[in-house]
């Protein structure tokens, strides 16, 4: 059976241009980074050589780029060092943030007593400004500000600038989760008002398991993990070489092809959802279609029904990959908490199908044809 992947918002392929990097620390140049002898000078210099592409293609220093695990250790060492290292004793965050942010941000909340808020969200899928606002007035101390770049089920796009100067005017500290945009837009560190900000190659069709911290120069904290030396006594632990070097890869590829990719991928959204509309009666989008939004992402609302409320697993019998979750579920599944903030309507079925660049029209026009036959 032919497989259609619509599901690149949670891992995209291995590009094969990166794996060709990644083999030669797989085999020959295997030694330990830590190690004086010349196996390990040459692994370090090939993490070292990668730090300094990460950070010139996001215009930082290779001083605030830190490899981790990924997104979530990244998200999860920012927001605790905000707290424990950097006096904040509030955090205001969205309801539709990752689990990596909302279930760290909780867990203060709950375990050592940290102030917690949530800014609304208009029915847009945007965060409120006015309402950021407020909180920030009434927070009465330090405050770390924890909001996405683009929300990873229905795209959403927030503007960094704006939230990170408003959080300048308070003295707050800004982190935020940009890992759907890294490798997917340009950055410009040096000029963007933020403390903060999180990436992971797997993103960008680069491997598992690796990903970034930006931690800017006027920000000193103490280390997440520890045990160890590595990332200048910041993250102990071996550096998982090969996929730091894939990381530097994939997002040197997807920098240099940016406009190309950007361009066709947002072209292939756009054109399932006008499909979408033609052939699927009553189906309405999540989020902000046609204005602040990532290109790679299309979240769709289908009409409840006995058939609808079996998509996914009904795609998935059709080899065709996509993701879910609706306002309200049934059984395990609890739903979508992004969908439940935006759109509380239980008659609806919410299904993320997400883009790359190896996808093409014709997969679209094929899952069109299969959507009829299903709904």
């Given amino acids: 059976m032919e497989r259609i992947y619509f599901d690149n918002a949670a891992t995209t392929s291995l590009d094969p241009v990166v794996l060709d990097a990644m083999l030669p620390y797989m085999t020959e140049k295997f030694g330990n980074p830590s190690s004086i002898y010349s196996y390990g000078r040459e692994t370090r210099l090939g993490i070292e050589n990668a730090r300094k592409s990460v950070a010139k293609i996001l215009n930082a220093h290779p001083g605030e780029i830190f490899f ?27 309801p539709i943030e990752h689990h990596a942010t909302l279930h760290t941000v909780e867990y203060l909340h709950h375990h050592r007593g940290i102030g917690l ?16 606002r ?3 007035q009434q927070a009465g101390g330090k405050c770390l500000v924890t909001l996405m770049h683009a929300n990873n089920e229905i795209g959403n796009l927030l503007d960094l600038h704006a939230v990170g100067t408003l959080c300048k005017e308070f003295d707050a500290i800004f982190h935020s989760d940009t890992v759907q945009t890294v490798g997917h837009y340009p950055f410009d560190l040096r000029n963007t008002p933020v403390h903060f900000i999180t990436a992971a190659g797997h993103k960008f069709h680069g491997p598992k398991g690796v990903g970034i911290l930006y931690i800017n120069e006027n920000v000193k904290i103490s280390p997440f993990i520890q045990g160890g030396s590595q990332e200048r006594n910041m993250r102990a632990g071996t550096e998982n070489l090969y996929g730091i070097i894939g990381f530097a890869k994939a997002l040197e590829l997807a ?39 990532l290109y790679t992402v299309l979240n769709v609302s ?42 509380s309507n239980p008659n609806q079925i919410a299904v993320r199908f997400s883009f790359s660049k190896n996808n093409t029209r014709t997969e679209i026009d094929k899952v069109i044809a299969k959507l009829k036959e299903l709904i």
Avoid at 70 to 83: K, V
Avoid at 277 to 285: A, S
Avoid at 318 to 332: E, L, P
């Fill in 255 to 293: 920098t240099e092809h940016y406009a190309e990719h950007s361009a066709y991928i947002n072209d292939l959204r756009q054109y399932m959802a006008a499909e979408l509309e033609k052939n699927i009666p009553g189906v309405t989008f999540n989020g902000d279609l046609k204005g602040r939004s």
């Fill in 68 to 94: 981790t695990s990924g997104g979530t250790e990244s998200s999860n060492t920012a927001i605790n060092a905000a707290i424990n290292d950097l006096g904040c004793k509030h955090i205001i965050s969205s």
């Fill in 117 to 132: 808020s949530f800014v609304k969200i208009l029915p847009s899928g945007h965060i409120d400004m006015d309402h950021l």
């Fill in 134 to 136: 407020e909180l920030l």
């Fill in 302 to 343: 289908f009409p409840k029904s006995e058939k609808s409320e079996m998509i996914l697993f009904n795609l998935d019998i059709n080899g065709i990959c996509a993701s879910g979750g609706s306002a309200c579920t049934s059984g395990a599944n609890a739903g979508s908490h992004v969908i439940r903030a935006i759109n």
